[in-house]
């Protein structure tokens, strides 16, 4: 007999433990001895919702990405697939859909999501199955550390959630709805569609919340159609705590803190953080015969390759690839002399060159950024991590399209083994690869063909955690 879901998530929560972490507050430990790959716990979503930018491109039940969808016949606002996947997701919809109606218009992702929470904390009393480890009326909200400008925000979406909300049903106070929109605020995690490379929403995890961060974590989260994957990245000991890394390691330790303190309102004392492990690779400069460029030569280029990537970005957006190129490759050879290969500012220029450059079948010129930049990732980051899976990946198909044989099935070799170690036990464990070969199968047959390939970028490296209101 096939086990159902909250049966397998039920299972898997007899892997872990809640303690309290010295300095961060509840956690998650280890209750047995974890292997590479294994899956620590899995979780359906407590309550999600479409991006507002994607819910007329997007399925509300199963978050695919499709061409054609139907949309609701009475509220008019939500897309489905098909008639299954409107009649699974009913039960959480219909609520909605009054309300929609009643409102004439659908409220933002944060208004919509917290009335989605609430109105299942009214069903099921805040613990949707006995493998919860936490109500949402304990998580943190962080409202009274919020600054001035989210806190005009927060107000503004309290006010629109009290237009939408029924009159017929249960009223909440400010306080209460504030709480929600506090917990979204800083523990949503956002969904990706069916290929894994395109955020496309935003769910309520609550036993993943409790999963505190690290620079270096020993676990990661994949997303799955609405469900969530927490797997070990290396073997955990017995009482070992759990971590995963809310903001990218590609960053000083600076930076990250910076990001950590601004999105999650906490000082990370992580080991990386205090030792400020790698730093000095993520800022290095070349050293040829022992002598290093001067200190006024390093801010010249470092500088350019500041204003370099903002003008990168700017004509990315405009769709405008060949400026891409033109402001890549002048960057890229002020860089050569100067920063060292495994320099953030480098590595983020080589990862857009390769891709846009792929993207205009220049193969050779792509393949060498592509090993490159692997190169240096393999020196930064850990390696189980996906994002190096998914970067070596891409390189090794772009050297096979080179004409490179033997090095991009060397690559992708390598990109098999990284991603297969994390998702190593059930038939589940192959989509990840599966969402690369598709990857794969798709610039191969447009480099076959000698035409365009639609643009298809690596995950966002924002880390796992993500705040999906901020832009």
Partial sequence: MMTSFAEMTLHNMESVEVFASEGKGRGLKAAKELLAGEVVFAEPSFAAVVFDSLSQYVCHSCFRQQKKLHRCGQCRFAQYCDRTCQRACWEEHKQECNAIRKNGKA??????????VLWRMEKDGGVASDSQLTTLEDL??????????????????????????????RQHTVDSISHILGVINCNGFTLSDQRGLQAVGVGIFPNLCLVNHDCWPNCTVILNHGKIELRSLGTIAEGQELTVGYVDFLNVSQDRQKLLKQQYFFDCTCTHCSQHTKDDLKMAVKVVDGKKPSEEVVKEVTEHSLKALEQIEKARTEG?????????????????????????????????ASEVMSYLQFFTEAAEYA?????????????????????????????????LIEVGHGMICKAYAILLTMRNQTEMELRMFRQNEYVYHTMR???????????????????IKSLFRRK
């Fill in 107 to 116: 409220p933002n992702e944060n208004v919509r999501l917290a009335a989605r």
């Fill in 140 to 169: 943190e909200d962080h409202v009274a550390d919020m600054p001035e400008e989210d806190l005009k925000e927060l107000k503004i979406d309290v006010h629109n959630f009290l237009d939408y909300w029924p009159s017929g049903s």
């Fill in 320 to 352: 405008n690839y060949h400026e891409v190129v033109k402001v890549c490759r002048e960057c890229l050879e002020k860089q050569g002399p100067v920063l060292a290969e495994t320099h953030l500012y480098h590595l983020r220029v080589l990862s857009v």
């Fill in 371 to 403: 090993r490159k930049m692997v190169e240096g990732y393999m020196k930064l980051y850990h390696p189980n991590n996906a994002q190096l899976g998914m970067a070596t990946m891409r390189a090794g198909v772009t050297h096979w399209h080179a004409g």
């Fill in 445 to 463: 047959e447009a480099a076959l063909k000698n035409q365009p390939m639609s643009m298809m970028t690596e995950p966002v490296a924002e880390g």
